[in-house]
C-alpha cells in the first residue's frame, strides 16, 4: 500500500533525542533518592510500626522512579558518540539503577546506601552536563 503524495512529510526533522533539548534532567533521579535518603532516616528515627510500613512503601516507590528516571537518560538521551566519550558511562548507569534496586537503597533502610546512589547520580549529572555544553 503506497500513501498518498498529499500525506507524506514536506520536512524531516532530526534531533539527538527524542524531544527538544530541556526535558531531560539527571535532577529528576536525584531529587528521588534525596527522598530515599529522608525516609532512610525518618524510618531509624521512629518505632511506630505503622509509620514504617508506610516509610517502606513509600520509599520503594521512590526507588522505582529513580530508576526510571535514569534509564530514560540512558536509553533516550544518551547516544552512541557520547558512550564512545565516556566509556565508563554504560556501568554507571548499570551501577546507579542497581543501587535504586532490592540490591541496594530499595532493600534497605542504610542511609549510606542511598549515599551511594546519590554519589553515581551526580557522576551521571557531571557527564550529563558536559554533554549538553558540547
Known amino acids: ?74 536509553t533516550d538521551y544518551f547516544k552512541p558518540a557520547h558512550f564512545e566519550k565516556y566509556p565508563n558511562l554504560h556501568s554507571l548507569f548499570n551501577e546507579a539503577t542497581k543501587l535504586a534496586g532490592a540490591g541496594g537503597a530499595k532493600g534497605s533502610t542504610d542511609s549510606a546506601k542511598a549515599d551511594e546512589l546519590l554519589t553515581k547520580i551526580d557522576e551521571i549529572s557531571k557527564i550529563f552536563w558536559e554533554t549538553k555544553q558540547a
Open 1 to 74: 500500500m503506497r500513501i498518498p503524495r498529499i500525506l507524506m512529510p514536506r520536512v524531516t526533522a532530526s534531533a539527538h533525542c527524542d524531544l527538544p533539548c530541556g526535558v531531560y534532567d539527571p535532577a529528576q533521579a536525584r531529587i528521588e533518592a534525596e527522598s530515599i535518603k529522608a525516609i532512610d532516616e525518618k524510618y531509624q528515627a521512629n518505632t511506630d510500626p505503622e509509620f514504617r510500613t508506610r516509610a517502606l512503601i513509600i520509599k520503594e516507590q521512590r526507588a522505582e522512579l529513580v530508576k526510571h528516571h535514569l534509564w530514560v537518560l540512558w
